[in-house]
């Protein structure tokens, strides 16, 4: 089992620019969600998805899309890259909404 | 609004010294609680639980952590820590039926030799 996988590790774009980070789990997980960390504010949550089909909001979701068509992936999508958006971005998955999540190893995402 | 509050950003202890790391909740009810280990350029960790049932729990690497409702707390204990504990730790939450999970800010550990 590979967990859940993250692409890129690291990313520079430029203000105005779009990118899609890529989320995978082989544990067959209903539940992914995606956090953005930043120094001092710990882990907050941007969207989550209880389904493949289905996906919510989390506290901090503006300036972010995402899709779930299958149960393993979890795309998230920055349509205008703002340097706002300069952070660590953490993918999640778990069995459901109110078990053990477990984390990728991150994204490190810079916006110039 | 539900919270969760971690009053220490920075933690330093001897090596082999006890550790306590505080964590608070906000919530009318009691929510699910987690502690989560990340050292640096890592992911998290999950190192304990609690659901319902014994307010004492056991986790990995010998952290316990123990649920005190009257003070709506979950704090993170260590008998004796070792170098390689040095690493950022958060405490969460589940509330509101599940799906989202509330971080408190992190409380970064360190441990002198």
């Known amino acids: 089992n590979a967990g859940v996988t993250q692409t890129p590790k690291f990313q520079v774009l430029k203000t105005g620019q779009s990118m899609t980070l890529q989320c995978a789990q082989d544990?067959?997980?209903?539940?992914m969600s995606w956090y953005r960390q930043d120094p001092g504010m710990g882990l907050r949550l941007i969207h989550y998805?209880?389904?493949?089909?289905?996906?919510d909001q989390g506290e901090v979701p503006n300036g972010y899309n995402v899709s779930r068509s299958t149960t393993e992936d979890f795309p998230l999508r920055l349509l205008s890259a703002a340097p706002s958006q300069t952070s660590v971005y953490f993918c999640?998955?778990?069995?459901?909404?109110?078990?053990?999540?477990?984390f990728g190893p991150g994204t490190r995402l810079t916006v110039l | 609004a539900q919270s969760v509050t971690q009053p220490d950003i920075h933690i330093t202890v001897s090596e082999g010294a006890s550790l306590e790391l505080r964590c608070n909740y906000s919530?009318?009810?009691?929510?699910?609680l987690f502690w989560y280990v990340q050292s640096p350029g890592q992911g998290l960790q999950l190192l304990l639980k609690?659901?319902?049932?014994?307010?004492l729990v056991q986790g990995i690497k010998g952290f316990e952590a123990e649920f005190k409702r009257s003070q709506s707390s979950f704090n993170l204990r260590k008998p004796s820590v070792h170098w390689s504990d040095a690493a950022e730790y958060f405490c969460?939450?589940?509330?509101?039926?599940?799906?989202?999970?509330?971080f408190g800010a992190g409380t970064i550990l360190r441990v002198k030799s």
């Open positions: 544990m067959n997980h209903e539940y």
């Open positions: 998805s209880v389904g493949a089909g289905i996906t």
């Open positions: 919530y009318g009810a009691t929510p699910y």
């Open positions: 999640a998955s778990s069995r459901d909404g109110y078990n053990e999540q477990f």
């Open positions: 969460a939450a589940l509330m509101e039926y599940g799906n989202k999970l509330v």
């Open positions: 609690y659901f319902s049932g014994d307010t």
